[in-house]
C-alpha cells in the first residue's frame, strides 16, 4: 500500500477513534449523572427514617403520659368520692391529700403532654413533607434513568457504527501501528498530525533536519520523537516563499566568493611585487655597504695614480 493511501487511513481512523472514545466515556460517566439525584434520595430517606424514629419515641412517650393522666384523674376522682363517707378527722386529711397530690400530678402530666403533643404535631407534619420530597424524588430519579437508558442506546447504536467503520479502515495497517495510534488518540486526541516548515503541528517543536527530510519523503511512518504522534509531510503557504529566499541568499553567497577569490589574487600579486622590490633594496645595501669597506695598500697606490694623471 502507497505511504499517501496509509496516511489518508490513518487521518479517517482518526476521525473515528476520537467519536468513539467520546461516545465510551460518555457512557462510562452516564451514571455519574444521576448521582447527585440518588444521593439527595438516599438523604432524604435517612434523614426520614431519623425522623419517624424520633416521632415513634415521641408517640411512645405521648401514650404513656396519656396512660399516666387517667391513673391520676382516677386517683383524684377516688378521693373526692370519698369525701361523703368519712367520719373523722383524720380521714379528712388523708382523702384532702390524696386529692390535692392528684391534682397536682395530673396538671404536671398535662403540661408535659402538650409539650409532646406539639412536637408529635411538628414531627408528624415533617415526615408527611419528607415523604412527599421522597416520592418527587424517586419520580425525578426515574424520568432521568428512563431518559438515560434511551441515551445510552443511542451512544451504543453510534459505537457500533463507529466500530464497523473502523473495522473497515484497519485492515492493510501494521496492527503495531494501530495499537499506538489508538493509545496517543485516547492521550492527545490526534494521532496523527502535520508538519510544516520542519515544525510539528502537534506539539510545536523544530524537528531535526535530517528527520524532517524523512517525514517529506515520506517513504515510511515516522512517530515525533516529542510528543509521538504519526507525522505526514505538508507543503506550508510560506514556504515556496521561503526557498526562494535560501536559493537568492545562495546566488548571493557564490558572487561574493568570486570577488574574495579576486581579491586574494590581487594579494597575491601585491605581495609578489612586494618581495621584488625587497630584494632590490637588499642588493643596493649590499652595493653601498662594500663602497664603505676602508682601501687596502694597492687601492690606495691606483687612487693615486689615477689622481696625478
Not at 10 to 35: C, W
Not at 167 to 180: A, S
Amino acid at each position: 500500500m502507497v505511504m499517501t493511501e496509509v496516511f489518508e487511513k490513518l487521518k479517517s481512523l482518526q476521525d473515528i477513534l476520537v467519536k468513539r472514545y467520546e461516545i465510551e466515556k460518555k457512557i462510562e460517566e452516564a451514571p455519574k449523572q444521576l448521582g447527585a439525584q440518588e444521593e439527595l434520595l438516599s438523604r432524604l430517606k435517612k434523614e426520614y427514617i431519623e425522623k419517624n424514629t424520633k416521632y415513634e419515641e415521641v408517640r411512645s412517650k405521648v401514650l404513656g403520659l396519656k396512660t399516666e393522666l387517667e391513673d391520676a384523674e382516677k386517683q383524684r376522682e377516688a378521693g373526692e368520692a370519698g369525701m361523703d363517707n368519712i367520719t373523722t378527722h383524720r380521714e379528712y386529711e388523708a382523702l384532702d391529700k390524696q386529692i390535692t397530690e392528684a391534682n397536682a400530678k395530673e396538671q404536671e402530666i398535662r403540661k408535659e403532654l402538650s409539650v409532646q403533643e406539639k412536637e408529635l404535631s411538628v414531627l408528624q407534619e415533617n415526615l408527611k413533607s419528607d415523604e412527599e420530597m421522597i416520592s418527587s424524588s424517586e419520580n425525578d430519579l426515574n424520568t432521568s434513568k428512563a431518559a438515560l437508558d434511551n441515551e445510552l442506546t443511542s451512544f451504543k447504536d453510534e459505537l457500533s457504527v463507529l466500530k464497523k467503520q473502523e473495522g473497515e479502515i484497519t485492515p492493510g495497517i501494521d496492527q503495531e501501528i494501530v495499537y499506538k495510534f489508538q493509545r496517543i488518540i485516547q492521550r492527545d486526541n490526534k494521532g496523527i498530525v502535520a508538519v510544516k516548515n520542519g515544525v510539528c503541528e502537534g506539539c510545536h517543536m523544530i524537528l531535526p533536519a535530517q528527520f524532517a527530510n524523512e517525514v517529506r519523503e515520506g517513504e515510511k511512518i515516522l512517530f515525533c520523537p516529542y510528543c509521538s504522534r504519526i507525522l505526514y509531510y505538508q507543503e506550508s503557504e510560506n514556504e515556496g516563499m521561503d526557498n526562494y529566499f535560501v536559493m537568492s541568499e545562495a546566488g548571493s553567497l557564490a558572487d561574493l566568493d568570486d570577488v574574495l577569490d579576486e581579491d586574494e589574487n590581487e594579494d597575491d600579486e601585491d605581495i609578489i611585487a612586494d618581495s621584488d622590490d625587497i630584494e632590490n633594496d637588499d642588493e643596493m645595501l649590499e652595493d653601498d655597504e662594500a663602497d664603505d669597506e676602508p682601501l687596502d695598500d694597492e687601492d690606495e697606490e691606483d687612487l693615486e695614480e689615477d689622481e696625478n694623471d
